[in-house]
């Protein structure tokens, strides 16, 4: 405590100190945000990018997924430089500021999975992304336990998941102005196993919870569009798949046993 201040009964240095915290605080901040920015600039790119599948058709849903590849490696490099700057501070002092970004990041590689998946000729089971494939994508741990530093967590990977749900339900839709009846299908599987497996999670967090339990809107949502396209012919019921393939298993069998 310096002379001139002999007789007071708080040291000014103490709230010195304060305020240099303060300000250091404060610039971690902003160096965030300015981060934050240059990823929002490829997440938004990405965005207008993946958005033209709703009014393409069904064949040129791939050839449209591969030129986001090249925004998605800057997303990582943006992602990367987020890290450099929060790496020396515990995890959730600021994690606050961008994991509502790095949510909509996860989404944009689901997406983007999904439909490369999905469109693809063949089988498309598993057009899920595992939270470990996306943390492999944007070049990021996942789900830490026993390390204090920046990753990929699960509510950020289960929120991905969900907003992946809106968009597809949106897919639906306008999958069938393109005369795409066959999505429709796969994205009301898609959705229905989705919403079982999140009844049998126990979520802790409010906001997961409630859109969680938001799942069901989309679910009637979807079937709502293949009941319509059921009742115009459009696509097969149950009962006439089954027909279907039993007669190709006729067609199979030799003449004489068709006897």
């Known amino acids: 405590m310096s002379s001139c201040n002999i007789y007071a009964m708080v040291d000014p240095e103490i709230f010195a100190a304060v305020q240099e915290q303060i300000e250091s605080d404060s610039q971690v901040k902003e160096d965030i945000r300015e981060a934050l920015k240059k990823i929002d600039k490829e997440v938004r790119s990405i965005t207008s990018t993946l958005s033209r599948v709703h009014i393409i058709p069904p064949e040129h849903v791939i050839d449209l997924t591969t030129t986001a590849d090249e925004p998605i490696k800057r997303l990582r490099d943006g992602i990367q430089g987020l890290i450099d700057i929060v790496k020396d501070y515990p995890y959730y002092k600021y994690n606050g500021i961008w994991s509502r970004d790095i949510q909509n990041v996860a989404f944009l590689v689901l997406f983007q999975a999904w439909l490369q998946r999905s469109y693809a000729p063949g089988n498309a089971e598993n057009s899920l992304l595992t939270i470990e494939e996306v943390g492999d994508v944007l070049g990021v741990p996942v789900n830490l336990k026993n390390e204090d530093k920046f990753h990929l967590t699960i509510e950020e ?103």
């Open 157 to 259: 990977y289960l929120h991905a998941v969900l907003s992946l749900v809106e968009e597809l339900t949106r897919l639906t839709t306008n999958a069938v102005t393109q005369h795409d009846f066959l999505r429709p299908q796969m994205i009301n599987r898609f959705i229905k196993d989705i919403h079982s497996s999140f009844q049998v999670l126990n979520l802790k967090n409010d906001t997961l919870r409630r859109r969680g339990d938001a799942l069901k809107y989309n679910v009637k949502k979807v079937e709502e569009v293949n009941y319509d396209l059921i009742l115009r012919n459009l696509i097969p019921t149950g009962a006439d798949e089954k027909k279907e393939e039993g007669l190709k298993e006729d067609a199979k069998e030799p003449p004489e046993q068709q006897k």
